[in-house]
């Protein structure tokens, strides 16, 4: 648990005032990052090491420190500067810093920090972001937790200041749930597993005695569904990852797959095919109640809800191949909403209900791309031989897919909006099915 001291902030804030070393809070930066148009040129930012008063809360400051930067590198929107080139070292937190030794440096904007460790054994962590052009205090915080929750810690600062740089909700304290996979094309295990954004903590969920395929969070809670293929057949099971509990959906006619949660996280969209036919229903997970929502003689697969519950958005090829369509969340008023070349799957709406993004193939390509629900405005963000499966960060301004080569092996990748900032995702083992938790409490 990380408790952010907003009364003890406000205090530290007021102080701090009083004795000259921050700027009035109504105070606006002069600092502005457009995370919609991409940056070709990211802002300098100085992240300094975090003062501790003993070796062991030195190394937690560190530690810290090193997060924050590679976290904000990876956005693709700041360029952390080298430590080794900073003039200014040790930094006290309650001091303001000397901001012509940073203004030299081309840093537009600081960050510093202390870690403690109290007598109850509690971690406290203060942090300060700053303006170094007009000298400004942007944010000074107060974060409380254990000391083996510090990585959290630093996951929310970067938060904090991604927010409070950007004008975005940050990310970085999240976690992706994945399916990992090994062994040979022939004898492939694939076990669900999990780890925090940044690659860090990677565990696994499933012992990989079966495989698993297309596991989804919940928007609101720490739950995810997943599709189960054992020698007896096909089911989607709920996995409260908090608690370990795991719990079938219970006995259907045919083959289930794709499973996503609603919104409120009290249903579950999912497809069933029956002799070479498959259509979109929906269970009410509190009292278990399932509903046909496509009655099409097509394949109707993929459901996702928009953010506010009232639509899906799925893919079928009831026009001669798979295209993209909208219905009500009763099923009725289906409408098609892509139109361009090739075939288009795995759609998933926006947390932001901006845009929807899906898998393209065309042209002996795989792409990741994006259009406006009402089929406006496509972005192909990206394009390899292989490139699929889509899930959005809780922003809405980031996505992650997978990756495969002709050489074989899927591998998790990143790419923002804009298509500009694509790199590979901060885990090197070979993964397929990403998919990105809601903002951890």
Not at 79 to 91: A, C, H, M, V, Y
Not at 285 to 299: K, V, W, Y
Request: charged share 20%.
């Amino acid at each position: 648990m990380i408790v952010r001291r907003e009364r003890l902030l406000r205090l530290l804030l007021v102080a701090a005032m009083v004795l000259g070393l921050a700027a009035p809070l109504a105070a606006r930066a002069d600092i502005v990052v457009n995370v919609n148009q991409g940056v070709s040129q990211p802002l300098p930012i100085a992240i300094a090491a975090f003062s501790g008063k003993d070796a062991n809360t030195a190394k937690i400051g560190a530690d810290i420190m090193s997060v924050i930067t590679g976290n904000l590198q990876r956005s693709g929107l700041f360029k952390p500067l080298d430590p080794n080139s900073f003039i200014e070292r040790n930094l006290d937190v309650n001091i303001q810093p000397t901001f012509d030794n940073w203004k030299v440096l081309g840093a537009q904007a600081l960050v510093n920090g202390q870690a403690t460790v109290d007598a109850d054994g509690r971690l406290q962590v203060d942090f300060r972001l700053w303006d170094v052009n007009t000298g400004q205090q942007l944010l000074g915080e107060q974060f409380i937790s254990t000391p083996d929750n510090w990585r959290r810690v630093a996951h929310k600062i970067s938060d904090a200041v991604y927010t409070r740089l950007t004008g975005e909700s940050g990310y970085f304290d999240t976690r992706v749930v994945f399916v990992a996979e090994s062994g040979s094309r022939a004898h492939r295990i694939k076990r669900l597993a999990i780890m925090d954004q940044d690659g860090a903590n990677p565990s696994f969920l499933t012992d990989g005695s079966y495989l698993v395929m297309t596991p989804r969070f919940s928007s609101n809670t720490q739950e995810i569904t997943y599709m189960a293929l054992r020698d007896t057949g096909a089911s989607i099971y709920l996995f409260n990852i908090e608690t370990g509990r795991q719990e079938t959906l219970g006995k259907f006619p045919g083959m289930v797959f794709a499973p996503r949660f609603s919104p409120d996280g009290g249903k579950v969209a999912f497809s069933v095919e029956k002799s070479g036919n498959s259509d979109v229903y929906v269970m009410d997970l509190r009292n278990r109640t399932t509903t046909r929502l496509t009655t099409d003689p097509a394949i109707d697969t993929s459901p996702s809800f928009s953010p506010d519950g009232r639509q899906l958005v799925f893919n079928s090829d009831r026009g001669g191949s798979p295209q993209l369509y909208i219905m009500n969340a009763d099923g009725s008023g289906v409408r098609r909403i892509s139109y361009g070349e090739g075939r288009y799957t795995t759609p998933v709406w926006s947390p932001r209900g901006d845009f929807i993004a899906f898998t393209k193939q065309i042209g002996g390509q795989f792409h990741i791309g994006v259009m406006k629900p009402d089929g406006s405005d496509e972005r192909i963000l990206s394009g390899s031989y292989l490139d699929e499966g889509p899930t959005w960060a809780p922003n809405g301004r980031v996505l992650m897919f997978f990756r495969e080569t002709p050489a074989g092996g899927a591998h998790l990748w990143t790419v923002d909006l804009t298509g500009r900032i694509l790199q590979p995702a901060p885990y090197s083992g070979q993964a397929s099915d990403p998919a990105w938790s809601p903002l951890l409490n």
